[in-house]
């Protein structure tokens, strides 16, 4: 049995939706589930009683951003990210694959690792495999993910298959390094937009020992229906008794497709970098609270909302706020945009269990305006 | 009586140092007491629960701020400023005369009142005595200030004495325009470095019927010593019945020797504004959590703290937050420098209470590093 395991408790009959849990050594958490990103080893703005209050189970932090500052020591002397920042529920470090790409000039891959420079010093640094279960292992999330390659979009077969194919010695790679008990490595599905190559790197790594499996390289600026084609080609091919995480998707149509699908997981920097710049979520799409109209609009940001922000705020105080560029506004909108996608899980979870999910999705899609 | 009075509990017999309560419309509070700065309608990063957590009694905004943006108008629509930024417990405005006074050749002083342009965008906009007081009366705290003149340091005695001759006419003024019967208006004591002219002012306006004195054109520059000096021949003419508010100091030496001297409120930015620089309060003086040797130190900024900071984060971690430049760092660091001076309030009033003020401040000036 692995520390971190997921149990499968019901299957949506007319759908790929699938209700299930995640136990982790902080605690069994429910899925689907909407995970908050905290980059740098904190939830932007965020304090940890605000996420225990909206009920976030599992959250994010960067190993790319940690491993640069303060530096995976740091965090190891501090007793592991969870103490480090003093959250208690569950923690997924990423393997700083994602970011390093992400550099493109500043960074160059080979069999053995990537060599790149920092963005804070530009300093010469190297990660590979074996560094990032390292750097994981002493960051001492819950969770952690294999080192990988996401391949850009568009990518010519040729491209994505060389690199598919490094992506899967690579988490082989990832298996060996790994040394402690208490955490649980995923494995990452790569393959471009390629079914063939989705279905390769789905076989060869459910072929190894992974506590669960990421899906990566979707969201990367394809059109959304090529993206619920590949994710469909991929969950297909991908075991009942492990959890699916779609790395980096993080609106609230993209969720219910996700789950729709078989996605068990989710998370992204889109609610709270939308909220650092004025715009609320809503069930229906988007509140650009900046807007003049809500100057004297003292309604809060939505009215069937049960988070802090709506509970005691008006638009037109969240609206003062940023123009007064206060930062308490800032922190108002995060709270509001995390709950609602928190809360948005807990209602599919529940139109799962009720066995209502696909008239849940079909009712939903219809209001939203992305 | 006045909707807002203070009760003198007890006086040291040992110094000028006096325990009271001051009764406003938002509650009974004890003085001594600091009042935190929210210029806003925001005490900067912090949520009401933040302050009530930490004991905030009554906190300060700011009329020329809020008369600029988002204007009083929509402020009085949202109910007040108690409603629109949520906050229960007491709010004082000051008159946005030392605002307006700080904007130098953006402003133009006259008998009828003052001409400047909006720091925001450069429009010309007007404040004299009855503006300022009825801008206060749609704003709605518990305790507004009359439109003065800050006298700035050095001053020579005759610009000193016109300039003091034409607050008291405006305080007369304002005293005639209010209309709230809800509202205490306190004046504000003036006169510069000059014992005469802060006599005269103070006669002047103790002769008028305040709910309670300011003391301005204090720490404007001047060496400690001598705004000692000056304070001390302000509050000997201050009736023992009346609050008295030394506007704009917020060290806990000068609240030390402010209450030493017989005063009751105090605000400043200096705890928050600091705090968004990385300098922490502590009874001995500072600590400047950016700095390298705390890189590895994982107690909290004070280990004698009870604040949610130093219950809950490292040194180490605080100085990464930093370092990384996120927003909760500024939060934890406000929250620790706030609770710092009003827990150190507290232990003034506790010491008035134990007869035992004049070995307090002794104490704390002995420990105490500027």
């Given at each position: 049995m692995h520390a971190v395991y997921y149990e499968l408790i019901k299957e949506c009959s007319r759908s790929g939706a699938r209700l299930g849990k995640l136990h982790t050594p902080h605690g069994t958490f429910d899925t689907p589930m909407f995970m908050p990103v905290g980059?740098?080893?904190?939830?932007?703005?965020?304090s940890p009683e605000e996420l225990y209050e909206m009920k976030a189970q599992v959250i994010l932090a960067n190993t790319y951003h940690l491993f640069l500052r303060p530096g995976e020591d740091i965090v190891k002397k501090a007793g592991g990210l969870h103490k480090f920042m003093n959250y208690r529920n569950g923690m997924l470090t990423d393997s700083g694959g994602f970011q390093v790409f992400s550099l493109g000039a500043m960074r160059k891959i080979e069999e053995e690792g990537v060599t790149f420079r920092s963005h804070i010093d530009g300093s010469k640094r190297f990660l590979n495999p074996e560094v990032a279960t390292k750097v994981q292992e002493d960051l001492g999330a819950d969770i952690i993910m294999a080192f990988d390659e996401c391949i850009p979009?568009?990518?010519d077969f040729a491209y994505a298959k060389t690199s598919t194919e490094r992506t899967t010695r690579w988490a082989q790679r990832c298996l060996k390094a790994k040394k402690r008990e208490d955490q649980g490595l995923f494995g990452i599905v790569q393959g471009g937009m390629y079914p063939d190559l989705r279905k390769y790197s789905a076989d060869s790594l459910t072929s190894m020992d992974f506590a669960g499996y990421g899906i990566g390289?979707?969201?990367?600026?394809?059109p959304h229906e090529l993206m619920y084609d590949v994710l469909a080609q991929t969950t297909c091919h991908l075991p009942k008794d492990k959890a699916r995480y779609l790395m980096g998707v993080g609106t609230p149509d993209c969720l219910v497709e996700g789950v729709n699908l078989g996605v068990d997981m989710f998370d992204c920097v889109f609610p709270t970098r939308v909220a650092r710049n004025g715009t609320a979520m809503l069930p229906t799409g988007r509140l650009v609270?900046?807007?003049?109209?809500?100057?004297?609009?003292?309604?809060?940001?939505?009215?069937?909302c049960g988070c802090y922000t709506c509970r005691n705020f008006s638009r037109a105080y969240i609206r003062h706020l940023f123009k007064a560029e206060e930062i308490f506004a800032l922190r108002l909108l995060t709270i509001h945009n995390l709950h609602f996608l928190l809360k948005f899980s807990q209602d599919m979870r529940t139109a799962i269990a009720e066995d209502r999910f696909p008239e849940f999705r079909e009712n939903f899609l219809e209001h939203y305006q992305r």
């Open positions: 980059t740098q080893a904190t939830v932007k703005t965020l979009y568009p990518a390289g979707l969201s990367v600026g394809e609270v900046r807007n003049a109209a809500y100057a004297e609009d003292f309604l809060p940001i939505d009215e069937n």
